[in-house]
């Protein structure tokens, strides 16, 4: 392995144990020594390894001493324990209370934790301006024309050379662009399921998704799902005879923030090519990644053509504009069909602008920017819950993206806590939310995508009051 | 009946007649004072009536002897006659022919009698660029955010208050934004059929719409249709056991460019409604009358809700903008719903650039202006096809939109035709394109939004040298 990989590799996993409790607050890690000798690498590396974990606010030295694991990094709060639901596919769709959380959106006075995108406040929107202006300047006709059907061929190339970071190795014509990533998903499950099939899926999971396989009549199974490491490998394996298609949101997915381990990553490709299940992989968080290194994609390890996986921009850089892509592998043609008699093209000028921005370096300037603001919103966050939350209160240990997953004791009813919380201006996204079983109510997600601020850590605060006042 | 509507309802008897070949070039009209006799109107109205039909070039005045029918109005090329299509529903989709002829958009080197949108050269692109900048600027945080779901809320007023000129009668809140029209028909499809169910259309049919109701996994059954009243009211009549939904492009459809009289609307409307047939109303072409007033809509009579009104800006104004809308009726719900999980939202600057448009009278002014641009071609297209085309050949008389159908005598094959034509660099769009069966294989459609010229009518003629070779 290229040993610039080879640090990265090393810290994740130290970081994992960190997450996980295995190292706990206050523990000193091994000396660089012990590491170099552990390890079989340099002092350099070792070093680096150090770094990274600094880096990323999971330990800190102490003159003399060492590195010590950070308190706020490894919570006292434990985490939550792998999901379990049911083994039957139902579809006791949480519609109302969906339809009650979203319509929240927007609303200036109130604390949205429950939103699932970045603030405004942490988006480049003056560039973003001046990105628009130049695309109808730029574009033939200033935009009125048709995009062409497979998309804007810029905005193609700049996706295709992102994808080295995480081991893709697209080309521009693998890939297609959509009205946003939504549309991207829609597209996909429309292009290789028909009503009636099954769909596996994780437990729990963004509404979005579990709303669009029941509109598209598809049975919805949702599989035990580990709060670090994603979808259970095994409980998968067991599914098999049952499924039809696989949709799985592998990096930093919404409520968990869990990721993937690569060996699972490729265990999941490998073991759907082998009995035909096409995957679709929503990669909307991939970018946000708290660690030094963009973590890999299940598209990194599919050789068949196998996994459709779609990403965008609405959830790193500009929800508005509906700009998003797939790569739908062998089912290419598939997929150009359905864009054109849904949709015939997207909408030029903010594809163009996206391209452009992509193009200059902003966009890595931005997201880089983004991910340190996020990262360090995840450490007040842990800070505030683990000061006012109630006793026996369970958090999730996001390793990139813009969701916490806080866990209560089971008196606590969330749907419940969302009511009262609003009469303080304060809107949840309760847990009933994100699955069509019976389970989760005593959970909640929090959006970290909001500019800190002592506003914030009050709101907080309060919330912690009405839950342990219930 | 109110006397401004009195006038035009005499006019567009008197054009019908003309258009039909009832009345035929050189005939004398009926003096001033014997309209006013006929029907029962003063002479402020009848001479309204014949300024009205001046207007609309099908009539000139000669001192001292009264008003003649125009020789360019009244083609001598005959009318083609009501298409006839199986009974049966079948689906031979012409996929390939359609690539072929759709990927043609875009090239410079071509000219495109193919394409079904008007030419860049005939839209505001320097207004248009400027309420792009504008949107970023007014739209809070620059047009990232979100979208609300039911789509702008300003766009959703200017459409309803434009729905008075068709009798609509619509508010704000009847409306759904979309991403264009194709959008609209897709979602509205998806809304109230699923696979396995039968949908009545005119045939010949635009492409898009056959390939949807294909891609959907509905039965097509086409039905007879007049080339300048529409569908066939008998033949939907019989249709109604078999068929689950139907979809009409009432004003102006491609290729045929015909415009159901009002009675016809309103039969369609009560015998779809007493059967509980949902109908789609694509209208997409309405704001493109020759004559002097918009022509209503089936929903100007749907008193249940039964009608899903869609629309768009795609052929008038900006077609890469992607923004269009539907009415949907009692179905309004299961609307937002479908906009909701296939696409959360839709583009937010292009709808508040295309609202500001409207609000600011603009797009009148561009309709008035591109309303008289294609009465000008379609005279100078008529003049052309009747003096270069082979004989034998049928011609439609649209009443407005983009297109003209040419119905050459059997021998000639316009697939064929096609593909000489592309070696002078002439692309048409073969008849074939237009339907599931094996008909209209001597028919094409001729788009007339582009801009006049001698170069055009030079093409027109090699076009017509080479139907004479075959």
């Not at 290229?2 to 190292?23: C, M, P, T, W």
């Not at 139902?90 to 009650?100: A, G, M, R, Y």
């Not at 609405?314 to 290419?332: E, F, N, Q």
Request: glycine share 8%.
């Amino acid at each position: 392995m290229h040993k610039d990989f080879l640090y990265s590799e090393i810290a994740n996993k130290i970081a994992f144990q960190i997450r996980n409790g295995v190292l706990k607050a206050g523990d000193r890690l091994p000396s660089v020594r012990i590491l170099c000798q552990e390890h079989g690498i340099s002092m350099n590396t070792a070093k680096r390894v150090f770094l990274e974990l600094e880096a990323q606010s999971l330990i800190n030295s102490k003159p003399q001493s060492g590195y010590f694991v950070n308190h706020l990094s490894s919570p006292k709060l434990p985490l939550p324990e792998t999901s379990r639901p049911l083994s039957m596919a139902n579809d006791h769709e949480p519609d109302e209370l969906i339809s009650k959380v979203y319509g929240n959106m927007g609303k200036d006075d109130l604390t949205l934790f429950s939103i699932g995108i970045p603030s405004g406040d942490l988006l480049p929107l003056a560039k973003l301006k001046k990105e628009i202006v130049q695309s109808t300047r730029r574009l033939r006709e200033g935009g009125t024309e048709y995009e062409s059907l497979q998309g804007n061929l810029r905005l193609r190339r700049m996706v295709a050379a992102r994808s080295l970071a995480w081991g893709g190795n697209l080309s521009e014509d693998d890939l297609i662009t959509t009205s946003g990533g939504m549309n991207a998903l829609s597209f996909s499950l429309m292009a290789i399921g028909k009503p009636g099939d099954t769909i596996a899926i994780e437990s729990p999971c963004y509404p979005g998704i579990l709303q669009l396989a029941i509109n598209l009549g598809f049975k919805v199974l949702e599989l035990p799902t580990h709060p670090t490491t994603g979808i259970e490998i095994d409980a998968l394996k067991q599914a098999i005879p049952k499924i039809n298609l696989c949709l799985l949101v592998p990096n930093f997915n919404t409520p968990l923030g869990s990721c993937m381990p690569d060996q699972h990553k490729q265990a999941v490709v490998t073991l759907l090519a082998k009995h035909g299940i096409p995957l679709i992989e929503d990669d909307v968080y991939g970018d946000l990644y708290f660690g030094s290194q963009r973590p890999k994609c299940c598209k990194s390890f599919d050789k068949e053509g196998n996994v459709l996986w779609c990403s965008s921009i609405s959830k790193t850089l500009a929800p508005g504009y509906r700009v998003g892509w797939i790569a739908p592998g062998k089912y290419k043609d598939q997929l150009l069909k359905l864009k054109l008699v849904h949709s015939i093209s997207s909408t030029s000028i903010v594809q163009e602008a996206v391209a452009n921005f992509l193009n200059t370096g902003r966009y890595e300037n931005h997201l880089r920017h983004l991910r340190g603001t996020l990262r360090d919103n995840y450490q007040h966050y842990i800070q505030a819950i683990t000061e006012y939350f109630p006793a026996g209160t369970k958090m999730s240990r996001p390793q990139g993206g813009l969701a916490l997953w806080v866990e209560f004791n089971k008196r606590i009813n969330t749907t419940a806590l969302y009511d009262l919380a609003m009469k303080q201006r304060i809107s949840i996204a309760p847990g009933r939310m994100f699955t069509l079983q019976n389970q989760f109510e005593n959970c909640m997600r929090l959006c970290i995508g909001l500019p800190w601020s002592q506003e914030l850590n009050f709101k907080l605060k309060q919330l912690g009051n009405l839950a342990k006042m219930m």
